[in-house]
């Protein structure tokens, strides 16, 4: 039994900021990767951001790149996302993803095995 769960998207204004969660059910995160995507209508995924389970390190693509914070809590089992300066085009289904990586993570989504359910993210005025 490996879910994941998001959490804490929602409607923001533009110039507004979001903590996203990701919470691990049924497995623990010590030994995964975690990366965010976001997919919106009539756009191909986009890989985000993403964090490794050992060494904690990470990866920031040019859209999140200088506004996003990932970071994990493994007592928790949680991972999370936290994206300031929201733009209306920052409007998009956010998703999570876990693979069996310590060393290092990926932001490409055919890497990841489990997957969440997403969160909506709609920034508008």
């Known amino acids: 039994q490996l879910q994941l769960v998001e959490s804490g998207g929602g409607l923001v204004q533009p110039g507004g900021s979001l903590r996203l969660s990701c919470q691990a059910s049924g497995f623990s995160l010590d030994y995964y990767a975690i990366g965010w995507f976001r997919q919106a209508p009539g756009k191909e995924r986009e890989g985000l951001s993403c964090i490794s389970s050992v060494t904690n390190s990470t990866i920031y693509k040019d859209a999140v790149k200088g506004r996003g914070t990932i970071s994990r809590d493994n007592a928790k089992n949680t991972v999370y996302l936290q994206i300031n300066s929201l733009k209306p085009e920052d409007t998009a289904v956010y998703y999570c993803?876990?693979?069996?990586?310590?060393?290092?993570?990926?932001?490409?989504?055919?890497?990841?095995?489990?997957w969440g359910r997403g969160t909506q993210v709609t920034v508008s005025s």
């Open positions: 993803a876990a693979e069996r990586r310590t060393m290092s993570c990926t932001t490409f989504y055919v890497a990841y095995k489990t």
